[in-house]
Nanobody, 123 residues
């Protein structure tokens, strides 16, 4: 499975962005997908994860209620809709895939990673 994250950019505080994670590979529909982010000088942190069948989602407390995950397996794509963005959301965002059916908060659980997309929120 190969992943490519896109959709990042520069946005003002209070704004929104939609990130996409496009995958290649026939088995993508059986993988849970997670999003992580890493700000300069900080460790990579969990953002959200969605199960392979979209029945289960989990969000970090810091984004719960502001970010929404969805996926379209027919398009091999997972979307992270981000709203009410604030400068603390500034980071490189990575998508990752795991055979753990419900996903995980732990980055060690993920087997495949995309290259990351930069999100910058100005105050």
């Amino acid at each position: 499975v190969q992943l490519q994250a896109s959709g990042g950019g520069l946005v003002q505080a209070g704004g929104y962005l939609r990130l996409s994670c496009a995958a290649s590979g026939r088995t993508f529909s059986r993988h849970a997908v997670g999003w992580f982010r890493q700000a300069p000088g900080k460790e990579r942190e969990f953002v959200a994860t969605i199960s392979w069948n979209s029945r289960y989602t989990l969000y970090a407390d810091s984004v719960n209620g502001r970010f929404t995950l969805s996926r379209v397996n027919a398009k091999n794509t997972v979307y992270l809709q981000m709203s009410s963005l604030n400068p603390e959301d500034t980071a490189v965002y990575y998508c990752a895939a795991t055979t753990d059916s419900n996903g995980s908060r732990r980055f060690e659980a993920y087997d495949y990673w995309g290259q990351g997309t930069q999100v910058t929120v100005s105050s």
